[in-house]
């Protein structure tokens, strides 16, 4: 059984998969509480689906690009949950996972999968027809995206005048993480962060000597 999980958004995602079929997802109700949700996420999970932890025999978890905290929470979570397990951990980029939903969808064109990086900045990367990345992840605030191609995910939500055209699905969820990676249909990466830029907290520099 695959547990899949995504924090790269303001919003967790868990999702159990067997076999190529979702068992069960959920995603949380309120935004940017990754460490209070995810953990009790994941134990109501299995409980519907009346397993236990050691049923799980391998964890997917979108490694971003996301801002720092969330996107640390979901990657610390699942490589301490498969090093526990002696269980395989999958990173996917989190925009991939939105781009194979946006092509199940009947996205029929080249397109951009955006999620919100905060600061009125936008993570996105271009993707073919098929879904396939042609270009990013990167970050840009919204008016410096290609704006010939349609847009999926989070930006046209966010900054409706940016974008011509638009299309679902608005946000990225752990059941197409969890057949992405069954699948095979994104490139399996290690769960190490892709951040993109500096986290917003820093080390105070030394105080400046008095004269």
Do not use: N
């Not at 847009?151 to 057949?179: K, Q």
């Amino acid at each position: 059984m695959l547990l899949a999980l995504d924090t790269s958004t303001p919003l967790v995602s868990v999702a159990l998969a067997d076999d190529g079929a979702v068992l069960t997802q959920a995603t949380s109700e309120r935004p940017m509480q990754h460490g209070e949700q995810l953990a009790p996420m994941v134990s109501r999970a299995l409980a519907e689906v009346g397993a236990l932890r050691q049923d799980v025999t391998a964890v997917a978890v979108g490694v971003g690009p996301g801002p720092y905290t969330g996107l640390r929470v979901g990657i610390v979570t699942a490589r301490t949950f498969a090093l526990v397990l002696g269980i395989p951990v999958y990173g996917v980029c989190s925009l991939d996972v939105l781009a194979a939903a946006a092509v199940d969808a009947g996205v029929g064109e080249p397109f951009l999968a955006t999620t919100d990086a905060r600061r009125k900045e936008l993570f996105w990367a271009a993707y073919d027809e098929d879904g396939s990345r042609t270009d990013g992840p990167s970050v840009d605030r919204p008016e410096a995206l290609p704006g010939d191609l349609l847009v999926v995910g989070a930006g046209p939500e966010l900054y409706p005048s940016a974008f011509a055209r638009s299309a679902g699905p608005t946000r990225l969820d752990a059941a197409t993480l969890a057949l992405v990676v069954t699948e095979e249909r994104a490139e399996l990466l290690d769960p190490e962060p892709i951040y993109l830029r500096r986290p917003d907290a820093a080390v105070p520099s030394a105080p400046k000597r008095v004269s």
